[in-house]
Structure formats: structure tokens, C-alpha cells
């Protein structure tokens, strides 16, 4: 297939006897949409990968950069190669044909792959997530160990319950691109890995029988800002692409629902910190645009845009509070707050959407909009179905890990920083930095 | 009035920080810096070629006291730097002939603390 | 609508009969490329804000990050609520069935979903400008509010006279993708924010009864040029959706004319530095891409490439006068060149359009193509339309916020930097900055 | 063409009768499918040019930030502009009519609009590959020389021999999205540029008569971690996009070999290094994505999934020990590992067509599905042109810049760093850093 | 010879230098440092957690002088510094026993200017 | 017991280093610095703007010799980082009255090796 000559072979005639049979052309600008629609949303979601490095490099200190690159570069090439081999199989096998016959993506059959090459950042979204709760102390091989099995069972199982046409789906439980399926997956696995691998030193200090909570300051919040900027650029494919069809006209309203809550996120999220904190806070105030973009995951397609704001502004303030929680009272160390934004708010998402849903066409009617509590029973049971099932499974997964090849760094190595010893090197040679913490 | 300079490891500084505030030095400096001594440097490598880094980073700290509270000051730093283990450090003292504040013009004992 | 199910059901048999009604199915993917079209050139567009907050962030001091990604966040996180409550009435309302039935965005016409999509963008994109050239002084408060009065007010009662179908769009008045509606509109209230803020504290020292320019270099230019690239990227959506139609074929025209343009913009502005101060400036040669984007914005679609090239060229020459003029002369303190880039150049690229424009059967050709002084003669009249619009009203709204809430910073904050003063923490807490300025 | 009142128009009657002439509507459709599909992947391989100026920025030292900035910015600027003027006549001038009808690109046939601007980012991509591997030491008016010259004549010439339906063209020699034809070439140029103006001061030390290889360290992994993950979301666009059409269903097997074969590069190169080294080093890991990435470029359309794997792993080991071959064998100074990246593994790729490939409709069968050596000898003759080609034409370009404006800066220019030196400022004023190399 | 050490705030590195060469003195040497004294820190708040900080940026300037330019040098320092406020600053004199100019191998008086 | 201190070319480090090793000078201490000596400044130029720079990165190193290796340790550093040009740098030399190590709290001439 060379470049260039295809494309004007296409124009000189043969095009237009080929052509006239409108019914196939037809057919194949229907199947070519959606190719490119979902190829390009693939892409968008990618690139979220961009993101989520980015932010978690920003919230944390400069001497564990390194890691965090190879983390979050590797979760996503050790997701992907592992969804080929099982996941996809595990999540979609049923729809398509069965288990067996989907290990390896041997389909050749276009509307497969074009599935497979969606589906499968999703997977690597979840498994990133984690990422950052884990952050500056987690041992390096545990960490590929624990993204393998993410992409390639955590994630697929439960995802096999709900899109892959289980027992959730079934019920009519819905999320839309995967506050809970996605997120929230990510989310409470990232809660059991902060729980088992414990607080970075110096997080929380023993002090005459009281804990005091440490700030440990992220060290870029320029580019943890690109990396909400890029995530929220991202999510147009995200949530958008979750359509699955390029030639459903509902892609503007899922754009709206997803834009306006993440402003709403953002704004709420300032000014719950500057009203009960004096100062309208630089990093939570990203975590809230993010907030804002989880919560309106499952509900996107569903409700109006004027409901997308009070989810919005609803997910901005738990956010802040979530983190305050977890920080202050739970005592658990989440450097970037992904417990709280993709765990908490994604649950807060998908049970909004028994409240706020209003397509009386489709069956989906909220409880605000008249249509009882059945949905939000439902949605109610599909967050905790995924609550447990995460939960147990990450968090055998982690103490099997722990108690092998070990989950944490040593102390010294997690002093030195992990970039120096975990992979022998500095992320900033020639900067002067104030490592005395 | 002398002048003393120590350093410490950088994650020491805290614990340096809250014992000199517990006798009572609250006016020190604190400088990054990069020292090699009794402790070894370490390997790094960077696409494959090894680097012998014998320059690591250290805090100095430089507290500028009257005579008499030479004795209290340098041992809170050690209270607050020693770990035993090679690399705690090293604490200098030099003589200070004259000490100004910049704010008020007071010069000598008065301009020290 | 659950994942996967739905293609699959696409795919089996309802399908064929469904699409044998060709007409229908035309009108779908006629509608369908609109609708992908136009949304992701909306989230091209959108990510442009990424792009002027890195830009902004490279081109000023690191004591100021903090509050620079703050402004670029709300700013957008406000303008869409407002543009939502407000903006999208004023400016379009007349077109969509009234200002009163498109408040609040109650529609459910997926056509008007899908322009309100891309056109909230724009409105975002006007409002973010001013951030640039009121940087590092402006009061976080103040600005959260103008940046909601240039959205829900200032640009969309511009947009009305011109877009949405008013006075200046019946004259003939053509301004393509926005170098005046957006990107003067832009410039022009930063030309006024930065009168009324007054310079930075160092900025221009009196000495003697004469004025010392001094320079308060950016601190990153990796991110500033990274924020160019971005802003280039972003410009495909900018330009090339406003054909506000997936299949008009003029896209790649467009796009030409767009890369083009930049292109020259950044050769020209770099020589121009070259020849006129000796060293090819790096901040400068950026503007000059950006220059060369601004300029073509107008005339993207009625000029050719090789007048797209001229006009880039003319105005990455213009651009670096204008940023000495307006600093050397006038000693207003624009830190990021925003009024030049966005002002000037806006105004430049519409006038262009008169000059060089070369579309006979639409009725635009221009003066160097034969065209005669009209078209020249309306496009200045819009460029001065906007001028006055924007410095009146947005002169007037500085000045009230400067009465009532205060527009600056005190003096010491400013010394400080805004990140501590006004959002309570640093934003490279670890690396060793020389904060000498 | 004013905003939104067109698409309004379209709505409103005039809409249904002209598309009841459903053969011109499908046509246009198809048409436009085209469009925005080239244009979007234009847009995405555009952006790649930000992500080969992070890897460099990252890969190098602080003081020459701004130049590496300034080069990648401006061998686009001025690539675009040479391509626009004769560039795209050598390379598919044959195609499209004739030389000398595709000088200045008159053309107002959308088509040729549509492929040129799909086309440029490529000629751009070719040449800012070499940037890389002659970072922090090229005078800057010499690489700016030399970028014309690539853009405009050798990266075309080549072109011309393939993709243009030259000579490799006919003999059936197949790179889907440039392996050797964007990637080697580049990766031949950097190889002669870095062989001609030697290595970097203190990059090898001779030592009683044996040379000591020394690390530079690059300053910033961050940023280019970041650039990696932007250059692999532009590959979406590269290879996808190489598709040139918008109705070929072959879109998403595209994209999944190219996120399989970057996944398995990146482990490949990460593992690679942990055995020999012992350390899984962050920026070579990085290396092994793009090694990915470029291996399966030409391929990628030609081959199943799993074989794309294979492809990418042998081309993550591939790059290690090329890297380490040219630097510690050769002597021959890349400090981003162009030379192997492009070069080395754009020639694996190539090869590898002839061994892996798999479309027995279309001719390609590689050796290993029973094809015979037939395709495995034509590829390698391509490469081998490829390489001849470009390593003749591009040393005789920089040995006559060399004789004549100078190819390298001064000793003690390189020593301040280029910043200063060639652009009169730094990148990074306010940051402290510890220049002692 | 002395060694003057002054600890004023960044923002007025500029005013020092200018009242410095105004004097004649074109030597110096400038260090970044965190300081902690009279002034009070302050404190920061990061996602909700306060906290207190209390080393405060500061220059370090170190200047090498004969005796004789000793006050005038640190009159200029304190034209340049002062503002009056707390945290303006401190100097310091210590002796120097020797100094040498490494290009050319001068030491003592000569050396130092 | 002599503190030496000396500002030199931040790319002669390495040199200095190697030099100090060669005669058994391992323990040094080195910070980043900016200086202003005879060397001019040059001048930058930012969006037009010309700015006269006159503070040039230095590195300052510190070491700490008991008295009878000071002549040697000058001595190397001169041999590391004297080029001859402006700019080479200064040595200045301090007397230490007390030096402890952190680790074991020994003191005096031990504590300086
Ligand atoms: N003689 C010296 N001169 C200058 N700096 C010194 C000297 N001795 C020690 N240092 C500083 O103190 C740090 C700790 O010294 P080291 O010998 O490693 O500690 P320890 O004495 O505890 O083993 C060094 O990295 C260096 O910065
Ligand atoms: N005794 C001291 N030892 C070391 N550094 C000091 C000492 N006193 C003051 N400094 C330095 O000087 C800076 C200013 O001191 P401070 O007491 O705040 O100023 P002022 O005397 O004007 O109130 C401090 O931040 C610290 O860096
Ligand atoms: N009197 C001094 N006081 C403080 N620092 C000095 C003094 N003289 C020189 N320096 C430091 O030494 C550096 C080199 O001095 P310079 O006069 O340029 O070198 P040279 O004597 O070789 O010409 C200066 O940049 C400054 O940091």
C-alpha cells in the first residue's frame, strides 16, 4: 500500500462505477465513522497516559521522578500486551464469540479490532490510576507485577459484569464511560495499595500519642497542571468516544455534560478550599476539574447539562473533603489524591446517575426526575459490587505481593529517593534542588 | 562570637532545626551544597555508561553565636545530625571578629542573637 | 447504552434493512461528520488552553506559576458556566430562536448542542489572553471576575454584531476563525489591563528623569515553547473546524494556510531579531509563530498559501515592533506580548483579508486582487468596531473592579509572588530558585 | 463564511433537496472522509514536532535549551516552506502532473491540498530527527542550512524513489508509514551529521592512549517522558493516517500494531537493560517505545499483532545495544539516540517487512509465512538505497557547511552553552543550576 | 584582610551591588541560602495540610577585603539593605590570613582587589 | 586548622577534583555561587531587551586542612583551574578554631581528615 497513489486511483473512475452501488458505499462510510471516531478517541484516551505522569510527577518530589515515569510507562505497555493476550477475552470473550477464541486478538474482522483498540487505553487507565496513590515508596517490580494483573484480571473481570454483558448489565446498571467500571476500579485498588504499602516517612508524625499530618509538597505544579490540562483534553475522547459510534448525534451532549462539570469540579473545588481553608488552593483545585470530570463519567450521556454542573460542583466539594479525610482522619497517604478523585468521586458518579437521569426513552429516569429509586438501587449495587470485588481481590493481590517480593522500599532507598536507587539515576542532574526531605 | 558551619545530611535538617530550637538558637542559615568525604560516592548510570558520583548533597548550615554558646550549639547539632553511619558530617569553627544588623546598625554581642 | 453491545447489534442484520432507507442514512452521516468534525476540533481548541498557560507560565517568574495555572483554569471553568448561562444567548441567540429560549443551553437539538461545543471554546480562548499581559500583579479575585464579564458580556456582544449574524456580518465584514472576534477581542482588553494594572515593580525604572526598560526574563522557556507547539497543534481545530461543516472540502486549504502562515511568522520574527538586535531571540521567534497563526486566523480560508506566507511573514515583522513599541515606547508591561500577538496582529490578519483575499464567487476578493477598497473598508471598520468595543468596556470594567474589589496586588505580595500570597503555597518547592527579581 | 449561519441554512429545507442526489451526496462523503481524516492525522504528526523537541530538551543539558528550542521549532518553519516550494514537486511532482505544476502548490484540487498537508509533516518529521543527534555543539545558522536542504532535496529525492512511484515503488518495496523513508532517513542524516562535527566535550576522554566514555546526563526525564508519550500519540496519526483514506477499514489493525510493537519496545529495552546493566534505566526504556514505534512503522499494516509484538521487542533489544555500540564502540556522540531510534531499528523495520509480513491479497508475504526471499531482498535494497542515498548527499552537505560558514560552535561557546552563546539568553533564569559540565 | 558575610533579602541584591560599585568595590560573590531569624516564617498550605516554614530565601554575599575597605563596605551593604523592616539582615567580619589570585599566583593585599 | 575556601570556573571542577585527589585531598565541599571579580559580565538580551549581566557562575569549594596541607591543597587547586584568562578565581584562606566530627564527636586535627 504505497502513500499518495492509492488515494487518486480512488478518484480516476474507477471510483464512480464502484461507487454506484450506493447501499456498500454506504455501509462502509457507517463502519468507516466509527472507525475513525473510535481510532481517534483511542488516541485522545492515550494520551491521557501523558496526563496522569505528569500530574503524579508534579504532586511528588523531584527525587522520584524517574520512577514515576517508568511506572506509568510501563503500566501501560505491560496493560496493553497483557489485554491482548487474556483481558480482552476475559472482559468482551462472551460478546464476541467466546473466551477462547479471543485470547491473542486473532480476528481479522475490523469492527473487532477497532473494539480492541478502544477498549484497551481504557484498561490502562485503570491500571494508572494507582499509580499515584502508590507513589515515592512502592518497590518497582511489585509495581510491574500489580499492573499486569490489574490490566489483565482485576479490570476485565468486573468489566466483563457490566460492558461485557454480565450480570450488572443485565440489571440495567449504567455507566457510561466508567466512573465506576473505570475509575473507580482504579480508585479502590489504589486504596488497598496505599493501606498495605503505609504512609511515605515523614507523612505522618507520632508526637506524645498524637499523629500530626505532614504536608510534603509536590515539586512541580506546572506540570501537574499540563497533565490536568491533558487529561481533561483526553476525556473528549473518553467520554465522547464512549458512544462507540461515530454517527451518534448524542457526541455534543456528552462533550457539554463532560465539559461543564469539570468547570463546575474546578470552581467548586476552590472555593470549598478557599472558604474553609483562607486560600483558593493551586493543586486542589486541579484535583477538583478532575473530580468534576469522574463524577460526570457514567451519568455524561444521560443528563442535562444543567445537572452536569451540580454533579460538577457536588464532585468538587467531596473531592476536597475526601482528601481531607483520607489525609487527616484515615491516615492513609495518597500523594495525588487518587482515591479521593477517581475512587470516591467515580462512586459518587454512578450513583448520580439514579438521581439526575432523565432519557425516559431508554428506560433511564433518575430518582429527581420521577423515576423512582429502582435505578438508583441498581447503580447503587453496581458501586458496591465494585467496591468488594477491587477491594478483596487488590488487596489479596498486594499482600501476596508484599509477602514475596516485597512491596515497599527500604527506608534508605525511599530517603535517597527512588529515581538513584531503583534505576540509577537522577531526573534533574544540574538542577540544585532542596532535598531535605 | 563564632561563627559555625556544619554539614549534615539533607534530611537531618529538621531534626538539626528542632534541637537548636529547643536550647534555644532560633538564627541559623542553611546553604545546599555538595560534599565528598568519609562516605563513598555512589555509581549512577545513564544509557548504559556508569558514573562515579563522589559529590553528594549535603546541608550546610552556618550559625553565628557568642562565645559562650558555642558548647550548646554544636552539641544540639549532633544530637540532631548523628546517626553513627559514615556521612553525619562535620561541624567547623571559626572566629567571628565583628557582627553587624543590618536593620539597626547594633554591631557586636547585641547584633549576634 | 452499554459498551460494545450496541455496534455489534449494528452490525447484525438490523442493519441492513435499517439502512436501506439510503436518504435517511445519508442525512445521518452528513450530519454525523459535523458532529465528530466539530467536536474535536473542539477539544483542539480546547486544549489550547494548555497552551497559553504554559506559554504564560515560561515567560514569567517561577514565584507566579501557581497563580498563572490558577487563572488559566478558571478562566475556563467560568467563562463556559457563564457562556452557558449568558454568553451563548447574546451571541447567537438571534440565530438559534431568541435570547430568551437559548439561556441556559435547554436545547436538545443535537445540531445546536454541537455548535454551542465549539463555539464555548472560542469564547475561552478570548478570555484567557488577557491573562498573559496582566501576569504576576493582578489580584486572583479581580481577575476571576473579569474573566466572567469578558465571556458572558464583552466578547459575545461582539460576536453578536459579527458571527451571530448582526451589523458587521450583513456589511460583508469576514473574519474566518476569529483574528478580531476572538483574538483582538483578546488583545485589546489585555491592552487595557495592563494600562490600568501599570507595569511590574523593576519593570521600567525612572533614573534621572528618563525611563530604564528593564527585562524580567521568563523562567522556562522548555514550557513556553512547549505551550507554542501546543497552541500550533490546537490551531488545527481553531481554523480548520470554523468551516463549521465536516464536509466542506476547503479543511485542508485551511490548514495549509494555517501551517504556512505560522511558519513564515516564526522565520520572519526570528530574522527580524536577528538583523535589528544581533542574537535569534528564543521567546520571540515563538511569538512569531504565534504572530503568523493570529494573522492568517481572518483570511485562512479566502487567501492562497502563497498569500498566506506574506501575510505570516508581515506579521512576524509587525510583531516585534509592536512588542518594542509597546514596551519601549509606550512602557506598557506586557509580559507575554500578548496585545502585540493577539491585538495587533488580530487587527493586522483582518485588514489582511481586505489586501489579499481571493474567493471571486463568494464575493471576497480584495484589493491586491482587484477587488477594489470595499472589502478593505469593511474589514477596518470591523477591526475598529471591535477596538472601541473591547477597550470601552473592558476600560470600564478594570477601573470599576480597581474602585470596588482592587485590581493589584500590594507591593509586597508582588515581591513575594502571588503563589505564596495569594494561594499559600510555592509551585517548584525543592528546586533551589535565585529570587533576585 | 460566516459562523454557525451556514450549518443553520444546511438545516433548513434547502438541505433535503440537494441531497436527494444521493450518488454526489455519497461522493462528497467519501470526499470529506478523506479530509478530515489527513487533516486530523496532519495535526497529530505536526504535534510529534513538540515531542521531538521535549526528548532532546530532556536528553541534554540546561544551557542549551533554547537553541535545541529554536532548531526544532524553525527546521519545521523553514521545511514547510522549502516543501511548499519545491519539496513536494521532486517528491510527488510524477504523480500529480508534472514538476513543474507542483511548484508553489497552485493547486486548488482539495485532494492535492488534502495529501500536501498530510505530506509536509512528514518531509518535517524527517528532518527534525536529526536535531537530536548533533544537540549542543551545531551553530545554529548551519542547522538551519542544513534543514532546508533536507526538507527541500534529500528527504524528497528518496521520497520520489517510493512513495513518489519511483523505481522501489515499482519493484514492489513496501513501507507503509516511513520506516526507512521519514525514519532512517533522518536516522542516516543525524548518523553523518554527528560523525562530521564530532562528539561533545568531555563526551569521550582520552586516557594513556584509551578512550574513556563519560555520561552527560540529560536534565530534565520529566519532559522527556513527556515527549516520548506525545510522539507515540502523533504516531496515531503517522502510521493510522498512512492509511490516506478515511474509508479503510483498515484503520484500527493499524493502530493496534503500532500500540503492541511501542508497548513490547519499551519492556524489551527496559529489561534489556536491567540484565546487561542492572538498573531498568528510564531514558533508554523510553528509547525502546520510540525503537517500537519506529520498527513497526513500516509494517504496521503488513502485519498481525502478535508479529507486531515481535517486532517491537527485538527492536527495544535493538536499540540498547546500538546505542551502547556507537557510543562506546564508535565513539560517535548522539545524545538522544536518533541514530539507533531511527536510524538503526527504521532499517530493522524495513527488513523486517520481508520477514513478518502477512497480506497474501496484496502480494506481501514475508519469509516467515512461506513468501520466499523475494520481498525480503527488495526491502533491504530499499534500505540500502535509503542509506547510500542519504549518507552521501547528507555528508556532503555538512562537510561543505563545515568548509564554508562552519558546521560547529567554538570551544568556549559550547562550554557556556548555546543559550548564551548563539541566542543572547538563558532558558532557565531564576533556577540554580550546577553547571559543571 | 577580612572576610565580610552579609545575609540580606533576595530583592535587594541589586540595590547592594549598585551602592557597592558605587564605592569601588567590584568584587563579590553571591550565594542562595534559607535563613531563618527575627523575621517570622510563615506559613504555607498545601492541599489543605498548614505548614509552618520558616527558612526564609536569602543572599548570601561574601566579599574579601583589606582592612581599610572594611566599613566603607559595609556601609554600602547596609545602604543597599536596609529597609528597616525585620529580616533585613546580618554581616559578619572574619579574618582572612591569606589570599591568592589563582591566574596569576599574586597573593595577600595584592590578591584581593 | 585552615579553612580554605576558593571560587573557581564552574567546568574547572572536575579538574580540581582530580587534582585534589592525586595528592590525598578527599574531603571537600562545593556550592554553587555566583561572582563579580575582574571578569566582565556579559550582556544578555531578552525580547529586545539588553540586560548587562555581571554575575557569572561560580563554584565555591571549601575545604578544611590542618596546617601543614594547606600549601598543598592550594596547590592543587591552582593546578586545576588556573587557564591563565580572567575569571581563574581566588583562593582565600581562614583559621578554624575547632573542628568536630558529627559521627564519633571526635575533634581537632583527627576530626578534619
Ligand atoms: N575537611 C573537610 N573540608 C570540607 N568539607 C568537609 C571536610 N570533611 C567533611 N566535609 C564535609 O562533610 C561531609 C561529611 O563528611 P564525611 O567524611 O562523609 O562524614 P563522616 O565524618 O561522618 O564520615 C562531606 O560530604 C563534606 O561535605
Ligand atoms: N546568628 C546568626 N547565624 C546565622 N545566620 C543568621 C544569624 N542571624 C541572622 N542570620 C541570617 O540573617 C537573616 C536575617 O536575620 P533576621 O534576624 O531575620 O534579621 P533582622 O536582624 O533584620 O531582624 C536570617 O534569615 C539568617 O539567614
Ligand atoms: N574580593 C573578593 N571577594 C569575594 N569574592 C571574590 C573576590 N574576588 C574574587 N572573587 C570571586 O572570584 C571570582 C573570580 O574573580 P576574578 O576577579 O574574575 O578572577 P581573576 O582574579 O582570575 O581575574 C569572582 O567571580 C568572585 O566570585
Redesign the interface.
Known sequence: ????????F??LGI??SA??D??S????????????????A???V??M??GF??VE?GLT??KN??NI??K???D???G??IF?AVGWAIM?GA??GGFGSNL???S?D??V?????F??VFAATAATIVSGAMAERTK?NAYLVYSVVISGLIYPVFGSF????GFL?ELGF?D?AGSTIVHSVGGWAALMGAIILGPRIGKYIKKDGKVE???I???????A??G???L??GW??FN?G????????????V??TT??A???G??AA?FT?WI???????????NG?LAGLVGITAGT?AV???AA?IIGLLAGIIV?FS??FI??KLHIDDPV?AISVHGVCGAFGTIAVGLFANKPD?GLVGLFYGGGAGLLGVQALGVLTGFLWVTITSGILFLIIKKTIGLRVKDHEE?KGL??E???????????????? | MKLIIAYIQPYKLNDVKQELFKDGIHKISVTNSKGCGQQKGFTESYRGVETEVNLLDKMRIEIAVNDSFVKKTTDAIIRGARTGAIGDGKIFILPIEETIRIRSGETGEEAIG
Open positions: 500500500m504505497k502513500k499518495i497513489i492509492l488515494p487518486i480512488l478518484l471510483g464512480t461507487f454506484a450506493d447501499a458505499s454506504i455501509e462502509l462510510l457507517l463502519s468507516s465513522m466509527d472507525m475513525i471516531w473510535l481510532t481517534l483511542a488516541a485522545l492515550f494520551f497516559q501523558a505522569a505528569m510527577i518530589r523531584p521522578a524517574g515515569i517508568m506509568n510507562l510501563m501501560f505497555a505491560g496493553s500486551l491482548w468482551y460478546s464476541y491473542f486478538l486473532f481479522e475490523s469492527s479490532l477497532r473494539d480492541w483498540i477498549q484497551v518497582f457490566t460492558w461485557g454483558g448489565n449504567h457510561f499530618v505532614k504536608a509538597p509536590g515539586h512541580n505544579l506546572p506540570l497542571a499540563l490536568v490540562f491533558i481533561w483534553f473528549f475522547g465522547c464512549s458512544t462507540l459510534s461515530g454517527t451518534d448525534l448524542s457526541i455534543a451532549h462533550a457539554i465539559t461543564l469539570a468547570s463546575a474546578a470552581i476552590m478550599m474553609s481553608m483562607g486560600k483558593p488552593d493551586v493543586s486542589m483545585s486541579l476539574a450521556w442535562t447539562p444543567g454542573i476536597v482528601v481531607n489525609d487527616k489524591g431508554d530517603i529515581d538513584m531503583e534505576h540509577g539515576s537522577e531526573s534533574y542532574p544540574g538542577f540544585q534542588i532542596f532535598h531535605n526531605v
